[in-house]
Structure formats: C-alpha cells, structure tokens
C-alpha cells in the first residue's frame, strides 16, 4: 500500500469528475474556508472551468447535518467536497445517493476512508497530517484530469504549508508534498525552494517589520511589535539603514543573518540555546517565481496567510477569486484583510504578553484567558501562533475565550514532539462531552465549547491527566 494505490484511486475518482463534467451536470464544490480548504476548491474548480465543466466553490466554516440538508435543497447535480466531509459518509450516501465525493486528508473509520467515493490518503497509508493536505488530494486528482493541471502545483504547496506541514528537517515538505507536488511546481519553473531566516516579506519589508510581523514562530515581545524590534535592533548596533534606505532581510549577510539570530536569542529561550533557535528561524523558504517581486503572494506561507484571513473575516470568496488568477480587485482587498487581520491579532498577543492575569503557567499546562478580549472566531489563529512559541513547546497551551452566548470557547495544542501519550483531540472530546458541551480534534491540536462554569473541572481533568500538580486552578 503507498503512493502507487494512492494514485489508482485518484485515477477512478478524476474519471468520475471527467464523466459529470461530459454530462454538463451542475457542480458545487464546498470547501473548508481556511487555507487549505479554499486552495483545494479552487484547484478543482478551476480544473472544472478548464474542462468547461459547470461549477460553483462555496467555503463554509464546517459541515453537520443541517448543512447537508439545505445543500441537498438546493438541487445541484454533482456534490465535491475538499477539504472537509469526513464523519458524513454514511449521511451523504442516504441524502444525495451517488451524487458526491470527498476529497480529504482528515483521520476517519475505515469504513469512511475506504468508500469507494472517498479519496484519502490514510487508505493508503500515507499520513494526511504531514505528507499531503487537502489541497494536495485535490492536486493529484486534477493532474489525472488534465495533466496541464500541473500549473495548479504551487497553490497545492501553498495549502500544505499553511496546514503546517513543513514537518521534515528545517521546515521543509515530506511525503507526496515534496516528492510529487513541488517537484511538479519546480519542475515548470513555479517555485524556488531555499534555506533562509523565514521571516516574512524577506524581500520587501524593513527588518524590524519583517520580524514583528511574522506570526510563527511566535516571539514574546517582539511579534507584533516593531518599534521593541527595532530598538532591539539598534540597540545591538545592527545596521537597519542603508542611508536613507530600510534594509531588508534578504540583502543581509550570512554573518548578519547570524548577528539577527544572536540578538533574538534571549527573547526566544532562556536556556540560550542557539542551536535550537537557528532551527527554529532558519529554514526552507518557498518563492512563487511567477508572482510579482514585492507581491505579498511571492512567499509560499505568506499566501497562505493571506487565505486564512479571508476565511476567518468572512471573505473566501477574495481568496478564492485569488487562487482562480485575479490579481486586481480581490488581491487589493486580500491585502487589505491580511493587515487587518494581523493587526488584530498583534493586539490580542501584546495584551495577553504584558496583562500578567491572563497567563497562567503550570509545569505543563499554560492556560490563557482572553475573555472580553479574543473575539471567538480568532481563537484557533491565537493559539497556533502562541503554540509555536519555543517558550511552549513542552507544553499543552489551553486558551478561553467567552463566546456570545457566554459559554466557553476552548482552543488547545500541544507540540508535536511532548507528552506523547496524550491525543489531544480525543481527550477534550471526551471531557467536554461529559461537561455538556462538545469538542474534538487532531492529535496536538483540539478545540471544544462548554458551559461557562464547567471551565475549572475541565482544567482540573486536564491538569490530571498530566499529572501537573503545580498548575492552580483560577477562573
Ligand atoms: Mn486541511
């Protein structure tokens, strides 16, 4: 079982796609709306439009019961799911009848996974949670349908990345991601690959903002915070300016790269470990060679940045107009939400850095309270970022905020590497469950709602199992 199997599978299924295209069936393809989610509708619908096929791609936060219904109402012919569907195999089957597929990298049954109408890579497998994302799934299954598809390779790349799949030696892709799809987008010339700081707009931004505006890693102090950057800078007699000029990341020396490393060391980890840290800011950059020099979409991750703004602000829509070619009025508008998106989110991690009562630290539990100040739908981007803190990485990182209705909202995660022994998301499935609430997730990270009051036995269910005496218990 591997790649070869993977493939025959994506054959039968693109043949599928082929056939509903021929019948000039209407198709709606529902995507998941982050990164991920809108790059592999938008490779399949654009794959779809090339075939002059009749399609609409629709992001939607999540999928249930309800959501199947009123999709079955609106009578399109044909169903493609990417991204997302997993756990409504059964429920599609009896609604829709043979009208659908999924295309999907999340963990299922077997059942679900082995569904003839299903294409994952776990049937095979091949890990969905690092060697192929949606996108990816939705990649190999367009090159089936037109090999000129191979175009599309770079958007695939940016869905992986931003799915944080960059999981082999400093930062790069493994598994299909690398030995299919970039060698396909470098193979015609769409991407660079190469080692450097992976701070964002290496080649546009003054260093200071390239450094406080990278999310990840997350750097207490300095992210979101360019004027502490720039007189960290300074301070340590490195030169910012060439006359008049801001200078910027990718013009500096190897020497000077390092100089950078050295001043932020004590800012990432008290231990000092510089080591650590140079694998942790140095690593593989991706370059989209066909995008504009000072486009925020030039950088790989940076796209995909711009994509998860678009879908948490409510506007997929601009990312997927994105990802179909348009470089004018949705581009404008991407840029726009990005910065405000960002600024958001730099605000939220300068309160939560410097309000002391909104970080409790335990031994391995790290609760963060951003009641009245996280709004909701911000809080997976909240903890992600604060999770790839090298200050977090033994640890769980819990985070709270309250929601409308006053309930709870949990986003939890864990590094990939500590306490293996829990399953993140299984563990706060079950707990929120028996609090009245709901939940679940992947391994190391996990999201859950539950009553307002249910929080200091959720914590305290936590901290047992772990077994971290140490952490108090505050509401
Ligand atoms: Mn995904």
Redesign the pocket.
Known sequence: MGLKEFKEKTEDISELIETTIDERKQIIIIC?L?A??ITSGSIIGKSIFKEEGRAVIRAVNDLGPNQIFNLKKQEYDFYIFT?IGMGYVELLDKELGERWIILD??QSSEDEIKHQRVLNPYEFGIDGGTEI??AGVAYMTAKKLNSSNRELSALAIV?ALA?RQDQGPSRSLIGINQKAILKDAKYIGLIKEEKDLIFYGRETKPIHESIGSTNIPFIPLITGNYDACLAALVSANFKVKEGDRWRTISELSYEEKMKLIEILIPYITKSGAKGEVIEELFGNVYTLLKEEERSILRDAREFGSLLNACGREGKAGSGILICLGDRDEAYSDGEKILQDYRRTLMKYLQIINTDAKRMISGKKIVQIIGDELIDEKMLGAVSSILSSSLAFKEKILIVRTKTKENDLKISARKGNNTLKEINLGLTIKELSKKLNGSGGGHVAAAGAKIPLESYEKFIAEMIKKVGDEENKIES
Do not use: E, K, Y
């Open positions: 998941h982050d991920d989610g991204d990298h999340h994302s949606g869905g799915d």
